[in-house]
């Protein structure tokens, strides 16, 4: 009977566990695509998830430098800067990363991104207890004067 018990507990432990993960979706990943010797360009999509959670990062191997940034009116004065810690996101809620407001900055390009490639993004996240997640996604690359979703790409979580 203590047996059953046990893992009875054990179940129910399990079940607590899978119900306060959170869920990430990455919809519509895209990056701007670049011309020759320019040395940064911008990434964008659209961010759910199921619980609260902080998107803290973004790694890739198509740049040596890439941060999630805000762009944001100061004194009528368009500005951009890195988001640190990071950017919240409500469960339930979408986080739209766009040109002319949050973003992933890829920086110190070495080589120009083609309209139609891929770029692969690691996104990095953070829940409310301090444990990291991460969702990776590759991002059509498109034309120079791209501005709108066209398509949607769904990340795959992983831990």
């Known amino acids: 009977m203590r047996h ?95 040109p002319g407001g949050y973003h992933v900055m890829l920086m110190d390009l070495s080589k120009a991104m083609a309209a139609g490639s891929q770029v692969p993004l690691t996104l990095v996240f953070k829940d409310a207890a301090g444990k990291e997640s991460t969702v990776d996604v590759n991002a059509e690359v498109r034309a120079l004067n791209a501005n709108a979703p066209a398509a949607m790409d769904h990340g795959k979580h992983k831990h």
């Open 4 to 98: 059953i018990l046990s893992a009875v507990a054990l179940s129910a432990l399990t079940f607590v566990s899978t119900l306060s993960h959170a869920e990430v979706k990455v919809q519509d990943a895209w990056v701007r695509a670049t011309v020759a010797q320019q040395k940064s360009t911008g990434a964008f999509m659209r961010i759910t998830s199921t619980e609260p959670t902080t998107l803290v990062g973004v790694r890739t191997s198509a740049a040596p430098v890439s941060e999630v940034h805000e762009m944001k009116m100061e004194d009528n004065v368009m500005k951009m800067r890195k988001v640190d810690p990071g950017i919240a996101i409500k469960a339930g809620e979408a986080l739209e990363l766009k």
